[in-house]
């Protein structure tokens, strides 16, 4: 069994590719794919050549970790059956590809377990559901306080904002630069940061993975504050220590979501307490791959593409 999928060959070496897909098992699925994510975070550093040693990581490899798409193949011990919506968080089941991230390609093979159900009627917006897991997990747990500063108003810093005001907190303030980036806003308001005289705020969520905003940050915190770094950082981090001693400055690294994020976040949405529409802002045909990652890095205004696969089947 083969199939299309997008293939990164080197740093700006993107195109698509025919591969050779793994035997599935009795404990696998194979999904055929509508829609997958581009990721301006993790995936373009790889595009890049400036990701810094990660395990599983090497070229040539397939990207994505955000597709949605229909099960067409269950195995016996699954308990999907054939036609259900899903989630999938990527794949690595391709001869001659690395798949540390896998999930965009026409159709895939991944452990059932992987997976999960998502409702048909989101379309495309199924495909963000990792990001929002990502909100989630930042916030969620023993001890997180809510955000009162977001910065960056990208689909992190919305999913943020929009989790908080469902969560039932105060509307939290979100700091933006880029005029092209600074309208829709959904109950809560967004500000230049030269526009927010505030220096009490209890706790900032950086969502831009600006490491060098730190210091400024910690200005902006109340004597015994919170600076939650939200995104990812490829250079070593450093703040000056006298305003952080003076604030007793604290910090905390969001990592990873997990699958109990992803099931929250599922419910959420399914309950209408979370909105994922309004974050795709762009979505071409999976033949365009070369110029949608070119946009989705490069076009400021790009907050979320989207590659759709079609109807087409690979066997």
């Known amino acids: 069994m083969e199939t299309t999928a997008v293939i990164l060959r080197g740093p700006k070496e993107l195109g698509l590719g025919r591969l050779a897909l793994a035997e599935p098992g ?149 700091w933006e630069i880029n005029p092209a980036r600074a309208g829709g806003a959904e109950g809560y308001e967004v500000l230049h940061p030269d526009e927010d005289p505030r220096r009490d705020y209890r706790t900032i969520y950086d969502a831009s993975g600006v490491g060098s905003l730190l210091d400024s940050l910690i200005t902006r915190i109340a004597k015994g504050g919170e600076v939650v770094l939200a995104g990812f950082y490829t250079q070593p981090l450093s703040f000056a220590f006298p305003p952080a001693f003076m604030k007793e400055a604290r910090l905390r690294i969001a990592a990873e979501w997990d699958r109990e994020d992803l099931l929250a976040t599922r419910q959420l949405v399914e309950a209408g307490a979370l909105s994922l529409g309004g974050l795709i802002t762009h979505s071409v045909p999976a033949e365009k791959a070369a110029e949608a990652y070119e946009t989705a890095f490069n076009d400021p205004a790009c907050l979320k593409m989207i590659l759709n696969w079609g109807a087409e089947h690979d066997a």
């Open 26 to 174: 009795p404990r696998d699925l194979v999904v055929q794919i509508s829609h997958s994510g581009i990721s301006t975070g993790t995936e373009k550093l790889f595009y890049t050549g400036e990701m810094p040693p990660f395990p599983g990581m090497g070229y040539p490899l397939v990207p994505g970790y955000e597709a949605a798409g229909e099960v067409v193949e269950a195995g016996s011990d699954t308990n999907f059956k054939v036609g259900e919506r899903v989630f999938v968080p990527g794949a690595n089941c391709y001869d001659g590809a690395f798949g540390l991230f896998g999930g965009s390609a026409r159709r895939l093979v991944t452990d059932a377990s992987r997976v999960t159900r998502i409702d048909p009627g989101l379309g495309a917006e199924g495909a963000l559901l990792a990001l929002a897991a990502t909100a989630r997990h930042a916030l969620a747990g023993v001890d997180k306080k809510m955000p009162e500063l977001i910065v960056g108003h990208g689909v992190l810093g919305r999913l943020l904002a929009r989790l908080t005001i469902a969560a039932g907190a105060p509307a939290p303030t979100v």
